[in-house]
C-alpha cells in the first residue's frame, strides 16, 4: 500500500484548506484511512478517520464541525477538508492506512502512511 498526501500550504487564520491522500494498492474492502498531525515538539495526534466501507467517521474534539473527511471511491483517494483553521491548527499532517477493526485513533494502529504535509495557520 502506497499513500500519496498533498494540498498543504500557508493559509491565515479563518481560512481553509483540502488535503487529499491517494491510496494504491488495497486489498481489503474493511480498512480506514486515517488523518493525523503533529506539530514541533508535540506527539503525532488523532485528527479523523474514515472507514472505506460504509464511509463512516470519526474526528478529534478539537477539529469536529471545522474538519470533514470524505472519500472518492472512484479515485481511491481521501480528502480532509479543513475550515475555520486557527493557528493551533498548524502541523505537519500525515493522512495513513490500517485494515485493523474499529476506529482507530491511535497512530500505531496504522501500518502505512504517507510523507506528510505541512499546514501552517498564521494569525
Known amino acids: 500500500v502506497q499513500l500519496q498526501a498533498s494540498g498543504g500550504g500557508l493559509v491565515q487564520a479563518g481560512g481553509s484548506l483540502r488535503l487529499s491522500c491517494a491510496v494504491s494498492?488495497?486489498?481489503?474492502?474493511?480498512?480506514?484511512m486515517g488523518w493525523f498531525r503533529q506539530a514541533p515538539g508535540k506527539e503525532r495526534d488523532f485528527v479523523a478517520v474514515?472507514?472505506?466501507?460504509?464511509?463512516?467517521?470519526s474526528y478529534q474534539d478539537s477539529v469536529k464541525d471545522r474538519f470533514t473527511i470524505t472519500r472518492d471511491n472512484a479515485k481511491n483517494t481521501v480528502y480532509l477538508q479543513m475550515n475555520s483553521l486557527k493557528p493551533e491548527d498548524t502541523a505537519v499532517y500525515y493522512c495513513?492506512?490500517?485494515?485493523?477493526?474499529?476506529?482507530?485513533?491511535?497512530?500505531?494502529?496504522?501500518?502505512?502512511w504517507g510523507q506528510g504535509t505541512l499546514v501552517t495557520v498564521s494569525s
Open positions: 474514515l472507514r472505506w466501507s460504509g464511509g463512516s467517521t
Open positions: 494498492g488495497r486489498t481489503f474492502s474493511s480498512d480506514a
Open positions: 495513513a492506512y490500517t485494515t485493523l477493526p474499529g476506529w482507530n485513533t491511535g497512530w500505531r494502529e496504522y501500518d502505512y
